[in-house]
């Protein structure tokens, strides 16, 4: 997507820390961060919200588990514990609209 | 699981309100709740957290996500906005070790 900031920074267009990144997901440093550890893990596919996903993407939003548990594992967020995150639409605060899921860690996460 | 409290659950061995069932998936409502809305949607397969993924878990949670669309939908939370977490150890407060995704909607959400 052409005016995507998550399209851009996949496409190097805009810098980010770069966490991860293959084929078919892309993960940098969330740039507010509310925790230690916060990471935003995405499908280079233009995915809205998890609104807008279909039977096609199951796959595709398996795979992005098994890599946000690799970055986890990676990141030592798996001793402690990590919470995985969507955020969809006005009341949870999605304020890109490209699908990205949250990796927070590296402290005790409020819960409410 | 014998000694799993949702495995129980969803063999109605124990009482919860139920919200969604299929075959692979089962709902129901949180009895902490911190939302208007909060369901916990669980798959029927014993898997202890995101850590224990593996390759083969690929599909159902990619499917998990579809049912968890699904159930926001029917809930109304598309229209204001929800947001789905998964809680894995300690850090996050997971308290359950059976897999189980928050569905959480009807108010402003915090983020922390």
Known sequence: MKDCLFCKIIKKELPSKIVYEDDNFFAFNDINPVAP???????????????????????LIGELFLVAQKIARAEKATETGYRLTFNVGENAGQTVEHLHLHLLGGKKLLWS
């Open 37 to 59: 550890i916060h990471i935003l893990i995405i499908p280079k596919k233009h995915i809205p919200s998890v609104n807008s996903l279909t039977a096609s993407d199951k796959e």
